[in-house]
């Protein structure tokens, strides 16, 4: 590809242009250099290397025995595929309890590709969201069903229906944006809340199975091509794209962006109203 035909990385400025344009972002999980060359080739904009790797690689039942290993190893893999995405990589369960570890976890990430860290959890995050901004490594904060909780919140289920807890989540959310979150993933909320945060917020909202008024999308890449192993129970907001491709994975990749962007992916049967 000539220098003049090539797309111009994405960054968080893309992202916060987007959101003021009121343009629609894809996200997409990726684990490997191969589907990371092929995310970024369908117009993905943001790859998560996600600790999802823990259930649809690892064929764990949750995310908790991931290590801080085994995300250096995947983000590599994953930065050395990717072309212009932004490259998203979570700290694991337990790689962010205390500050320095933190400081010393995150650090490893962006040292092999990441360009934002992402950390499950509410307000309790604010100190570590500050200290990490401040030093240069950007952070994405997500919010709602957070799978390194899931003995705490005792199963995969929506959050934020109790009106209590959807007003929390709105105060934690602010909170997080002011100590220097540069993007908030929310995960499984009812459309009205996440509507309600994005439109609060000045920094890019990515919805997981929170209704298609997020700024931008995010699914696991297995999840959407169907290829999630058997014995995971598939949420209601996953869509597999790949029997309608008539262009294979490829083809799957792209027609996601494209449902993305034109505000056609979540439809209502994939939301929680
Ligand atoms: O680990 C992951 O893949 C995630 C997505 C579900 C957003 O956090």
Redesign the pocket.
């Known amino acids: 590809m000539s220098t003049q035909s090539r797309k111009r990385p994405v960054t968080l400025n893309t992202l916060g242009s987007y959101k003021k344009q009121g343009k629609k972002f894809a996200?997409l999980?990726a684990y490997d250099a191969g589907f990371a060359e092929m995310e970024s080739k369908a117009g993905i904009e943001v790859i998560?290397?996600?600790?999802?790797?823990?259930m649809?690689l690892q064929g764990h039942d949750s995310?908790l025995p991931v290590t801080m290993d085994d995300m250096i190893y995947h983000t590599r893999c994953v930065s050395r595929g990717n072309d212009i995405a932004l490259l998203m990589a979570?700290l694991p369960f337990m790689a962010y309890a205390s500050e320095p570890q933190t400081l010393e976890n995150a650090a490893a990430l962006m040292q092999v590709g990441a360009q934002i860290v992402?950390l499950?959890g509410g307000a309790w995050l604010a100190e570590s969201t500050r200290l990490l901004s401040e030093r240069g490594i950007p952070v994405c904060a997500?919010m709602g069903l957070t799978?390194q909780s899931i003995n705490r919140l005792g199963g995969y289920r929506v959050q934020g229906r109790d009106p209590k807890q959807a007003e929390k989540m709105i105060a934690e959310a602010k909170i997080l944006e002011s100590a220097g979150a540069s993007i908030l993933?929310l995960?499984c909320v009812p459309v009205y809340l996440a509507r309600e945060i994005t439109e609060a917020l000045a920094i890019p909202v990515?919805g997981?199975g929170a209704g298609p008024d997020t700024d931008g999308q995010?699914?696991?890449v297995h999840d959407m091509l169907g290829i999630t192993p058997a014995d995971i129970k598939l949420p209601k907001f996953v869509k597999n794209f790949l029997p309608e491709s008539t262009a294979g994975i490829q083809g799957a990749l792209s027609a996601y962006v494209d449902a993305v962007q034109q505000g056609k992916f979540p439809a209502p049967e994939h939301c929680f109203t």
Do not use: Q, R, W
């Open positions: 996200c999980t998560l290397v996600g600790d999802s790797l823990g649809v995310t979570d992402k499950e997500h799978p993933l995960e990515i997981i995010i699914m696991v």
